[in-house]
């Protein structure tokens, strides 16, 4: 039993008509189901999706009307803020009355009842006066005693007109809150009506039935489309069971199927403030039109599928299935090679269709004749692959390649073109059909633009020539063509790296245009050619390759800034690079072979250099190289294997001197920044901390005096650390000048003006008609300061400075000239690094002054030196843009 189970499923999964008649029966089940289920459902989903468009006229009235209320309420409440209504005045509200009925076409009535309930005023004011009568009882009054918002009544039919209003009160309160009366207006309801008609007859013009209805708050109906339905009191908003609104809905749509009657599709709006409920109601019969036509269109597809598919399934079977499954047998035979030739009988008769199927066939015959071929190929590709794998002689696999094409791709010559170095022309380096005298004649040479081969080798794709008679090729091609015996060629180059550029040219004996089939065989050859190239070349280069890897290696090594020792387990040096024999004083080629802990302690004097596998700390040592002191850090690495064996040591000596003199730098900075704000900051607490003194009373001279100390010395903290924001601005990139046409006469007399120069002589000259220069004055000031204050601070007292100016290449020209010790030639390049102070040279600042000026001036584009004056002493110059008109 169990064995039969597993013969019907393995025929059900080899025969396709099973499981497309499956298929078949379940879609066809699945639709009517799916068809019906829809149906049953839709009565209850077409109310939302048939109602859309009621839904959207609901809405539309319902905002209508609920507006036009809102501004009634807004209205009424305007009305009782009056002075007149306040006051009672009756011909203020007279004009005030008249006014808003005025402005509102839909007001019937204005008026004003006390707090009983009494008519005191109403407007028009025309017979048939109800001044007060009481209408204490009517709804609106009622509501208002218990609110101070406007109301709204329900609707009504007016006794005198016999038409619908509505009432909109608003309540009248003193201060105290207590309840004076109210302010009425009264709505007539008659425009609803007559928008509703219209609508109504809009519908009817489009083949729609539909009834429209307004009812207010308590279900009355107020205003329709059918004006003699309002005189019927009786008729009040439909309900009955499911006819509720759904909770915080203001929108729904039920149908109303009462046996024995005709069904309806009702939709509606409920406003939100006044709470009036807007319908629309038509025959449910013209919206489930479409679930009738559904309903026929089902059971019709019900007769007709059954039919339908069995005829189809004739056909799919005789037409399709049937001959399928002949096709596949004869594809599983195509796999085996069983049909070798011809093919079977049946698919010879399938072949002769015309439609999909014989297309299918022929297909597969092609393809039988094609995969014979490609069998054969790859035997033969394999073969060749064989035999460039198995030997490294070039000449014997070349061989080999050239025979398997010419019997694959059935050309009576081949040949392969490699290029000679030396001569600089391509040869002929083995070929099959050539003559051979033709074969050691020809030559190719490489800048042949009109050769097929040397164009192949150029753009690295096949090129071919269909007929060499018509070809635009060279007359020596055409000559050597002619003699030879051919009349087309495929060049396909040789894609090598190592191997000299080489090409594989094909010959037809009769005009021949390769197809892409034969172009790629012809590819595979000539990459295996290519190979057995790159064989032969890489086995007769790996010495030579390895040798120059090596020196490659050892120049890598050599060109590196950090001295580079390896040494062996035993201790020995294996190799020293340059920079290490440098820093050791020391003959690289004496120093292999010598104990390494030995060199390291002869030539960097340290106690204890690490060896063998011992832990390491890096050594900091200090050695004389080429005569300059040098400060060198030792590190030591031990050199495992990748089981943690260890095979050696390598040492690394790297030059650390401008991190050194960095560091040095960066200590004098704190040193001399921490000097220079102790002094003024010890100066103001002094100061200060005696003027603060409960025992001492100064007078004001002296208060003023230590005030003035004060200042000076906060304005010398000032400088101090706007020298370090503007240097620290200089070095980050970010200093912003504001260039403007300054003259520089009025820069050097502000300058002069804010230096204390004590007893030394100033004297500037300035040319009169010095052109403006286009700098940051704020900034330049600063030069000029530092560069008087340097003049004053470096100087004997009593000796002059002296300032000029003049044009120089276009620029203005500066000199700040004092008689001074001046600058020696061997500091003046770095008088303006910062924190730089020349030896011997004893004055406060931190060494900042000149490299701020030099920023500066630099920034505006010119440069700043230092030269000896001519009298003696030191002279400072920098020059400046001019301003360009």
Not at 650 to 661: G, W
Request: aromatic share 6%; net charge neutral; hydrophobic share 45%.
């Amino acid at each position: 039993m169990a064995s039969r189970l597993d013969r019907l499923t393995a025929h059900w999964r080899r025969d396709l008509r099973i499981p497309l008649l499956s298929i078949y029966l379940l879609v066809v089940g699945l639709v009517l189901v799916v068809a019906w289920v829809f149906i049953r459902r839709a009565e209850v989903r077409l109310v939302a999706d048939v109602g859309a468009a009621d839904k959207a006229l609901v809405q539309s009235l319902a905002l209508e009307t609920e507006t036009s209320l809102h501004l009634a309420r807004q209205a009424i409440a305007a009305l009782a803020e009056a002075p007149a209504v306040q006051a009672r005045d009756p011909a203020g509200m007279r004009a005030l009355f008249r006014t808003a009925m005025e402005a509102r076409q839909d007001l019937v009535l204005v008026y004003l009842l006390d707090a009983d309930g009494t008519m005191l005023y109403h407007y028009p004011e025309g017979p048939g006066s109800t001044l007060g009568w009481n209408f204490s009882f009517r709804d609106y009054f009622q509501a208002a005693l218990r609110t101070d918002r406007p109301v709204l009544s329900k609707g009504r039919i007016s006794p005198t007109t016999g038409k619908p209003v509505v009432t909109a009160a608003m309540p009248l309160r003193d201060e105290a809150g207590r309840f004076r009366g109210l302010v009425a207006m009264n709505l007539a309801l008659e425009r609803l009506s007559e928008a509703l008609q219209a609508i109504v007859r809009d519908q009817a013009t489009r083949g729609h039935n539909v009834s429209l209805s307004i009812f207010d708050h308590t279900g009355q109906l107020i205003a329709d489309a059918d004006t003699d339905r309002l005189l019927d009191k009786t008729y009040s908003l439909p309900t009955w069971p499911g006819s509720e609104a759904p909770s915080g809905e203001p929108f729904w749509a039920v149908f109303s199927d009462a046996p024995g009657q005709r069904a309806w599709l009702y939709t509606y709006a409920r406003l939100p403030e006044s709470g009036w409920v807007v319908m629309v109601r038509r025959p449910a019969d013209q919206a489930m039109a479409t679930l009738q036509a559904f309903r026929q269109g089902w059971l019709l597809a019900m007769l007709l599928f059954p039919l339908g598919g069995a005829a189809f399934w004739t056909f799919l079977s005789r037409s399709v299935l049937t001959p399928l499954e002949q096709l596949a047998t004869y594809s599983r035979g195509l796999g085996r090679r069983r049909y070798i030739g011809a093919p079977p009988d049946e698919v010879k008769l399938l072949a002769r269709r015309a439609d999909q199927i014989g297309h299918l066939t022929r297909s597969m015959r092609l393809m039988q004749a094609d995969l014979e071929r490609r069998f054969q190929e790859l035997a033969t590709l394999l073969e060749t692959s064989r035999a460039v794998l198995s030997t490294l002689e070039a000449r014997q696999v070349i061989d080999t390649i050239l025979e398997q094409v010419q019997r694959l791709l059935d050309v009576r010559i081949c040949s392969l073109f490699v290029y000679d170095p030396q001569a600089r022309i391509y040869r002929v380096q083995a070929t099959r059909g050539l003559s051979p005298g033709y074969a050691a004649r020809v030559q190719l040479q490489p800048d042949d633009e009109r050769s097929p081969t040397m164009q192949a080798l150029r753009e690295r794709r096949p090129v071919q020539v269909a007929d060499v008679e018509k070809a635009p090729v060279s007359a020596a091609l055409r000559r050597r063509a002619r003699q030879e015996g051919y009349r087309a060629l495929l060049a396909i180059p040789l894609l090598t790296r190592e191997a000299p550029p080489a090409a594989l040219v094909l010959y037809h004996t009769r005009p021949h245009r390769f197809s892409e089939e034969e172009i790629e065989l012809a590819l595979h050859f000539a990459h295996h050619a290519a190979m057995a190239l790159e064989h032969a070349v890489l086995y007769a280069q790996s010495d030579h390759l390895r040798y120059l890897q090596t020196l490659r290696l050892e120049a890598v090594i050599q060109s590196v800034h950090d001295g580079l020792i390896l040494e062996s387990l035993e201790g020995k040096i294996l190799y020293i690079n340059r920079q290490a024999g440098r820093f050791l004083s020391c003959d690289v080629r004496r120093a292999v072979g010598q104990p390494a802990d030995l060199l390291l302690r002869r030539c960097l004097g340290a106690s204890h250099v690490p060896t063998g596998a011992s832990p390491y700390e890096p050594l900091e040592v200090v050695v004389e190289v080429g005569g300059e002191k040098r400060d060198l850090r030792l590190l030591s690495v031990v050199v495992r294997e990748e089981d943690g064996t260890p095979v050696g040591r390598v040492h690394i000596l790297r030059d650390i001197t401008a991190e050194k003199r960095l560091d040095r730098a960066k200590s004098a900075l704190l040193s001399a920044v921490s000097h220079e704000l102790r002094t003024p900051l010890a100066a103001i607490k002094g100061y200060v901390t005696s003027l603060l003194a409960d025992d001492v009373e100064w007078d004001p001279a002296t208060q003023r005096e230590f005030l003035e100390i004060v200042n000076q010395e906060a304005d010398r903290l000032q400088r101090l650390v706007t020298n370090l924001l503007d240097l620290s601005r200089l070095e980050a990139g970010t200093l912003t000048l504001r260039q403007d046409a300054i003259l520089l006469s009025d820069l050097l007399e502000r300058a002069v003006r804010d230096v204390d120069f004590d007893d030394h002589p100033v004297r500037v000259e300035v040319p009169p008609h010095l052109p403006p220069v286009n700098v940051d004055a704020a900034r330049i000031e600063v030069v000029l300061h530092n560069l008087l204050e340097n003049a004053v601070k470096h100087t004997p007292p009593g000796t002059p400075i002296q300032v000029t100016a003049g044009i120089a290449d276009g620029q203005v020209l500066v000199r700040v000239a004092d008689r001074g010790p001046g600058v020696r030639p061997e500091h003046r390049k770095r008088i303006f690094d910062r924190f730089y102070r020349a030896p011997g040279v004893r004055a406060s600042g931190a060494g900042l002054g000149l490299a701020i000026c030099k920023g500066f001036v630099e920034a505006h584009g010119g440069r700043i030196w230092v030269e000896e004056s001519p009298g003696g002493g030191a002279t400072f110059a920098f020059t400046l843009p001019i301003h360009l008109v």
